[in-house]
């Protein structure tokens, strides 16, 4: 699997952003996907994921109700929008695919495939 993000840049705070995350190599609707995010000086956190079907998302709480994950699998695309943003959202945004499917879906170590990031910058 390939995994291609892209969309990030440099927002005021309150803008919006959608990331998309575009994949390859492997039947699209047969993996879970998350995004993740690594802010300067700081861990790799989770951010949100997305079952097979696209039926059932998972938030961090810290992006709950300004965050939206969604995949199209017509168009083997992953996507993240993003209302509402924060200076503390500034971070690097990783996609990653989950094909072991286990269930840990907020854990890192549960994503087999990952994109090569996109930043994203919000000023106060």
């Known amino acids: 699997v390939q995994l291609q993000a892209s969309g990030g840049g440099l927002v005021q705070a309150g803008d919006s952003l959608r990331l998309s995350c575009a994949a390859s190599g492997r039947s699209f609707s047969s993996y879970g996907l998350g995004w993740f995010r690594q802010a300067p000086g700081k861990e790799r956190e989770f951010v949100a994921a997305?079952?097979?079907?696209?039926?059932?998302?998972y938030y961090s709480p810290s992006v709950k109700g300004r965050f939206t994950i969604s995949r199209d699998n017509a168009k083997n695309t992953l996507y993240l929008q993003m209302n509402s943003l924060k200076p503390e959202d500034t971070a690097v945004y990783y996609c990653?695919?989950?094909?072991?499917?286990?269930?840990?879906?907020?854990?890192?170590?549960?994503?087999?495939?990952w994109g090569q990031g996109t930043l994203v910058t919000v000023s106060s």
């Open positions: 997305i079952k097979r079907s696209g039926g059932n998302t």
């Open positions: 990653a695919a989950d094909i072991r499917y286990s269930g840990n879906y907020y854990e890192e170590f549960e994503y087999d495939y």
